[in-house]
T-cell receptor
Framework: DQQVKQNSPSLSVQEGRISILNCDYT??????FLWYKKYPAEGPTFLIS?????DKNEDGRFTVFLNKSAKHLSLHIVPSQPGDSAVYFC??????????FGSGTKLNVKP | IAGITQAPTSQILAAGRRMTLRCTQD?????MYWYRQDLGLGLRLIHY???????GKGEVPDGYSVSRANTDDFPLTLASAVPSQTSVYFC???????????FGDGTRLSIL
């Protein structure tokens, strides 16, 4: 049973518009959530994180929102750029070593 | 360039054979991890090590073993490979547990 779910396998957005990537989780014990970005034939790279005690964290064009009551988080990318085209994974962590990743959403930003 | 090196980049292996995937990091990170990535399932944690000399089981440890004799190296061994272990394997490290991880570029392993 997946504790972190990304129900949209793909998303297509026009350059300059907002990209919204969604993630749902079932485990209320997660302490942190992270977003990773992955290009083909490369390992994932860390993008942004949020503590479970926060509801928003912003870093440049990337903002992560956490809704604990709905067990939902989202990553907003504004404005989207073609270089943002990649697979995005969300992950939840608890007890230091319990990492659970979603299945990923492939973002395509069209020029 | 500092980072994580995985070897080999890809391998085709007969079922029943023993295989060790190598992982080396030069960032002096305390924690290291092994994941497998399968279509539709994302990354699943196989084993982890919080610091040299210690290891722990992740979500899918069966059929795999690890060792952490020093800070830099964290090899993953398949004692007797089975086709269900066909996957892409990623090694990762972090300065301390609970920190964002740095990933290697992966090893694509096919078991026939």
């Amino acid at each position: 049973d997946q504790q972190v779910k990304q129900n949209s396998p793909s998303l297509s957005v026009q350059e300059g518009r907002i990209s919204i990537l969604n993630c749902d989780y079932t485990n209320s014990m997660f302490d942190y959530f992270l977003w990773y970005k992955k290009y083909p034939a490369e390992g994932p790279t860390f993008l942004i994180s949020i503590s479970s005690i926060k509801d928003k964290n912003e870093d440049g064009r990337f903002t992560v929102f956490l809704n604990k009551s709905a067990k939902h988080l989202s990553l907003h990318i504004v404005p989207s750029q073609p270089g943002d085209s990649a697979v995005y994974f969300c992950a939840g962590i608890y007890n230091f070593n319990k990492f659970y990743f979603g299945s990923g959403t492939k973002l395509n930003v069209k020029p | 360039i500092a980072g994580i090196t995985q070897a080999p980049t890809s391998q085709i292996l007969a079922a029943g054979r023993r295989m060790t995937l190598r992982c080396t990091q030069d960032m002096r990170h305390n924690a290291m991890y092994w994941y497998r990535q399968d279509l539709g399932l994302g990354l699943r944690l196989i084993h982890y090590s919080n610091t040299a000399g210690t290891t722990g089981k992740g979500e899918v440890p069966d059929g795999y073993s690890v060792s952490r004799a020093n800070t830099d190296d964290f090899p993953l061994t398949l004692a007797s490979a089975v086709p269900s272990q066909t996957s892409v394997y990623f090694c990762a490290s972090s300065e301390t547990p609970n920190q964002p991880q740095h990933f290697g570029d992966g090893t694509r392993l096919s078991i026939l």
